[in-house]
Structures are given as structure tokens and as C-alpha cells.
């Protein structure tokens, strides 16, 4: 859904941005004074060609008018000299800006609960990190600092025109007044459209990725046509939103640019009069006309600088919206610890667990205890709540009620490291990066590996064969999510992973759904003697699997209805019986 219009005003959203400012302060305000130094010394332009033409010039004193052109290099120098100065200056500071929000941003994002990635695309995620933290850096590096020093070029301008002739002042302001009164009307329009576009970016960005990620789905499907169609109407969609953002800009760009040429020819009917009177020099109406030519450029360009304010700002709102989010699994206690090396004792007490924004529970009051070095498979149908325990298991989400613990310690008061480097979740569906084989498997280890040990992990979940055969072997690319390898292969590259991470208590969600019951067997027997000792808790609802526990949690409705081993659940609960006897497949038990 769209989001809701900005309600902060576009100063306040920027000047939050400008946290990031901070640490190059200095340079901000040197490349500030150096713009509105440059800008000073192009208003004395006039000034030096009222001296030259009232002065020398009809005196006829050449050697008079040699110092007053000379003044006039000086300062056309010097000006040259402070815009290169400020744009050196600005660098740095842009550069680290939007270095620093990005990653603030990818920070927060890894702290966030999963029911916060299950409300946002992709698509957006990436927009805001990419796209509106590059429009508040290009802000930054170029119209912050512009902005201001054209509206204090305007207040000098005519202030100059004042001190060289309140009349022809007057001209120019009765000229430019209108201007004031269409920037503040268009300034808000911005806004609205400003913000409305960049949502649709994220729209169309979200498209994108879903064609991308998923074209092996959507050419079996024959869904290219249907998916070409909705990414059109977003594309159009976009358009739109671009073209009236457009409008708002043509019609401020058509008053400012139109002014500033009214003022000059208002300036030449007054000025010729006064010069004809004798009320006024010549040198002053060419000074006038002069500084009025110097302001159309800060006019001029005022209109696309409050425009750019406007999309960096609708930029920065977008930003701080997710910045905003509230972690909803809170911060551990400082002094929390385990009492001694982890044993892997993994309990849920009274556990209830409802999504946030839903009124339904998914777990209903779980009580389940794992024994140091215990395997329990936990089973049910389909919606009973088995993903949803191994997350709190694993703190990916925090129970509602009840408490999740480790070894006597609840989990919402270890630190993240302790957390991460004793229990170890595998997904069912694994997640590659587009590394090599070596670097993912890796991802989990505290240490550096060596060859032999990755090769070990590899050859129990039975996926060293296939590894060597890819070019490159360890040092192959797996391509974008380990696309270049199947569903069981990145399955078994993931237990791999987790195999190598050392883990005191293992959470598998499914970990062999891709695999074949043979494959299945040979990788869960293998790995049954690699993880002796690893307290487990796995999803499974292979019969296989469930023979291989020490028992088995008979999950249904959001609770556990029993708990004991294969045998004992397939002679005392029809629903366990009918369950495997849906995924039984005769002649191998996996």
C-alpha cells in the first residue's frame, strides 16, 4: 500500500539527515562560506562597472580605467578559485553521508523481527537504501549549500540595488514578488509528488526483483505475459507520478525564468527616464541591470533547488520510516550470561505466540523440554505452528507469553553473539549468496577453516561429489542465491554450513524436504553421527526422521498434544498415524 502523505515538514526531515554532517562540520561550513564568499565577489561586479563607467570612462582617465579592469580579474579570479573550493570541499562529507545512512540502515534491518520483512518487499528495502539515500547525498554535496547562498545572494542583490537606487529596487522587487507567492504553492504539490514517485520507484524495483529471482517460475507457468502486464502498469504508474512532479517544476521553472526578464526591461523603461532626467548615472543603471543579470541565476535555479529539497526530503522521510521501526524484540540484559559453557538444555514454558497485527494465536501454550544432547523431531499438520517454534527457538521472534530458554536462561537475556554462536537454525529454504562454495558453507564458522575441514562437513551431507565437479571446485561461484545449483544441493550446502558453525543446539526446519528418500537417508544417518552429542530440534515429516529422535512432539492447533517416541505416538494418536501415513514411501524409511 502506499505510504501516508509527510506530515514533518521538509526543513525538519532534512535537518535530521544533516546528523550525518556532523563529523565534517568544518568542510560543510569552509564550502558554505566559500559559495557565499564566490557570490560576494560576483556582486561586486556591478559595483566595479558603475566605478569604470562613471568614472574613468567619462573622464577619459585611461590609466584610471587599467586599475578598475584589473580589480575586475581579480575578482572574476577569485571567484573561479572558490567554486572549485567548494566543490572539493563538499566531497568528503556527501560521500560519508551516505556511507553512514546506508550502513545505519543495514544495521537496523538485521535487527529487525521477521514480521517486519514479511511486510516489505525487497524492492522497497533496496529503493530506500540505493535510491533515496543517493537523492539525499546528491542534496547534500550540491543543493544544501546552494540553497542557501542563492537566497543569500537575492537578500544582497537587493540590498545592492537599494544602496544604487531605492527606485529601480523597487522595479525589480514589485518583479520578483509573485515569485515568493508561486514557490510556496509549488513547494507543497512537490512534496506530494515527490514522495508518491519514489514510492512507485520502490514499486517498480520490487517488480523487477520478483521477474528476476523468479524466472524459472514464471516461464513454467507461462507467466511472462501477465507479469509484463502488471510491471507495465507500474512503469506507467511511475510515469504519471514523474510527469505531475514535471508539471509542478515547469510551472515554477516557467515564473522564475519569466520574472527576472521582466525586471530587466521594467529596469530599462525606469533607468532610461532617469538617465534622460538626469535623476540618474548611466553607470548606475548599467550596474542595476548588471546585478539583476547576476541574480538570474540564483533565481533561476532557486526553483530546482527547492524542487531537489523536496525529493531529498520525501527521500529522507521514507528513510527515517523504517529507521523508526521499534525493535520488537527487545535489547538483552548487559550483565546476562550463561551460567557456564553452553550444554544445550533448550525449554519452552507456557509459550503463546500471536503475529503481530493478528488476533489469532499460533501457539497456544507450548510446553516442550529438550535434554542436553536430545533429538526431538517435531511433527503436525499443515498451519499447527512447527515454523513458527523453531523461530522462537532460535529468537527470530520473542513469544507473546511464556518464556523460550537455554540452559535455565531465557533467551531474551543472552547477547546476540552468545546467542548466535550456540544455537544454529537451519530454513528450509536455504538461502546462498552469490559467493563461492568455500565462502558460504563458511558464513557460520568462528574461526578460519582449512580445506580438509570444509571437505569433511561437505562429505556428510553427501554433497562433496557434486562440489568437486563444478568448476572451481571449493573457489566456485554459486550465482545469485544458488541458482546454479538444485533445491536438495543447496539444502545439503546449508547443513554444511551449519555443520561447520559448531553448534550446541541445532534447529532444523525441514533441512531434506528437497532430497530424494534414498539421498535423505544416507545424508540423515551420516549426519545423526556428526551432530552426536548436538541437541536438536528438527521439523520433519518424514517417518525416517521421527524413528531417529529420541522422541517426537505431536504438534496440532498450536499445541503439543504428546510427546514420546515413533512407536509409542503411532499406537496411541490416530493423528500421528495418519499424518506418516500420508508421506510414507514404500521401501525406504528417510
Known amino acids: 500500500m502506499p505510504e501516508g502523505r509527510r506530515t514533518t515538514s521538509t526543513a525538519a526531515v532534512l535537518w535530521r539527515c544533516a546528523h550525518y554532517l556532523r563529523p565534517n562540520r568544518v568542510r560543510m561550513i569552509a564550502a558554505g562560506l566559500a559559495a557565499a564568499s564566490a557570490t560576494a565577489a560576483g556582486l561586486t561586479l556591478p559595483l566595479l562597472l558603475r566605478q569604470a563607467i562613471d568614472g574613468p570612462l567619462a573622464d577619459g582617465d585611461w590609466s584610471g580605467l587599467v586599475w578598475v579592469v584589473a580589480a575586475m580579474a581579480v575578482v572574476g579570479v577569485g571567484e573561479g578559485l572558490l567554486v572549485a573550493a567548494r566543490r572539493r570541499l563538499v566531497v568528503r562529507p556527501a560521500t560519508e553521508l551516505e556511507t553512514g545512512m546506508r550502513a545505519d540502515l543495514l544495521r537496523h534491518l538485521h535487527r529487525l523481527p521477521m514480521s517486519f520483512h514479511e511486510r516489505h518487499s525487497g524492492g522497497q528495502l533496496i529503493s530506500r537504501a540505493v535510491g533515496d539515500i543517493a537523492e539525499i547525498g546528491r542534496f547534500a554535496a550540491f543543493s544544501a549549500i546552494y540553497l542557501v547562498v542563492n537566497v543569500f545572494a537575492l537578500v544582497v542583490g537587493v540590498v545592492l540595488l537599494v544602496v544604487l537606487s531605492p527606485r529601480l529596487a523597487l522595479v525589480v522587487l514589485i518583479a520578483f514578488g509573485p515569485m515568493v507567492v508561486v514557490t510556496v504553492i509549488c513547494e507543497s504539490r512537490l512534496r506530494a509528488a515527490a514522495g508518491s514517485a519514489q514510492y512507485l520507484d520502490g514499486e517498480v524495483a520490487t517488480a523487477v526483483e ?116 521499534r525493535n520488537s524484540i527487545p535489547a ?21 505466540y500471536r503475529p503481530e497485527g493478528q488476533d489469532a494465536e499460533v501457539l497456544c501454550g507450548v510446553d516442550l523440554h529438550l535434554r542436553p544432547g536430545e533429538t526431538v523431531a517435531l511433527t503436525g499438520p499443515t498451519g499447527s505452528g512447527k515454523s513458527t517454534l523453531t523461530a522462537l527457538a532460535s529468537r527470530l521472534a520473542d513469544p507473546t507469553a511464556g518464556r523460550v530458554t537455554l540452559d535455565g536462561v531465557d533467551l531474551r537475556a543472552l ?11 537451519v530454513f528450509d529454504e536455504p538461502l546462498l549468496f552469490d559467493a563461492s562454495v568455500r565462502d558460504n558453507v563458511g558464513l557460520g564458522a568462528r574461526q578460519p577453516l582449512g580445506d580438509d575441514q570444509v571437505w569433511a562437513a561437505l562429505r556428510v551431507v553427501r554433497a562433496d561429489d557434486f562440489v568437486r565437479d563444478l568448476p572451481g571446485g571449493l573457489d566456485a561461484p554459486l550465482g545469485e542465491q544458488g541458482g546454479n545449483l538444485s533445491g536438495g544441493q543447496r539444502q545439503r550446502l546449508a547443513m554444511a554450513r ?82 506418516f501415513a500420508e508421506t510414507s514411501t514404500p521401501g525406504v524409511v528417510a
Open 210 to 325: 520478483e521477474s528476476v529471482l523468479g524466472a524459472r517460475l514464471i516461464r513454467a507457468f507461462g507467466r511472462g505475459p501477465a507479469m509484463a502486464a502488471r510491471f507495465d502498469a507500474l512503469a506507467r504508474a511511475l510515469r504519471g507520478a514523474e510527469v505531475r512532479k514535471l508539471d509542478q517544476m515547469a510551472l515554477l521553472w516557467a515564473v522564475i525564468v519569466a520574472l527576472p526578464e521582466l525586471a530587466v526591461a521594467g529596469l530599462l523603461a525606469v533607468g532610461a527616464h532617469g538617465v534622460v532626467s538626469g535623476t540618474l548615472s548611466m553607470g548606475t543603471l548599467v550596474a542595476a541591470i548588471t546585478a539583476t543579470t547576476y541574480l538570474r541565476w540564483p533565481a533561476d535555479t532557486l526553483g530546482w533547488l527547492i524542487a531537489d529539497a523536496n525529493t531529498a526530503a520525501a527521500a529522507g522521510d521514507r528513510y527515517w520510516k523504517i529507521r523508526d521501526v
Open 332 to 352: 538483552p540484559d548487559p550483565g546476562a550470561a550463561l551460567p557456564g559453557p553452553p550444554r544445550g538444555e533448550l525449554r519452552f514454558t507456557a509459550v503463546r
Open 415 to 425: 547477547d546476540e553473539d552468545t546467542l548466535r554462536s550456540t544455537v544454529i537454525h
Open 498 to 579: 551449519a555443520l561447520l558453525a559448531d553448534p550446541v543446539v541445532l534447529v532444523l526446519d525441514m533441512p531434506l524436504s528437497a532430497l530424494d528418500a534414498t539421498t535423505a537417508h544416507e545424508v540423515a544417518s551420516a549426519w545423526d553421527a556428526a551432530t552426536a552429542g548436538v541437541t536438536t530440534l528438527v521439523v520433519t515429516d518424514r517417518p525416517g526422521s521421527a524413528m531417529r529422535a529420541d522422541r517426537v512432539a505431536l504438534l496440532d492447533g498450536g499445541r503439543i498434544v504428546a510427546c514420546a517416541p515413533h512407536e509409542e505416538l503411532l499406537s496411541t494418536q490416530p493423528l500421528y498415524r495418519k499424518l
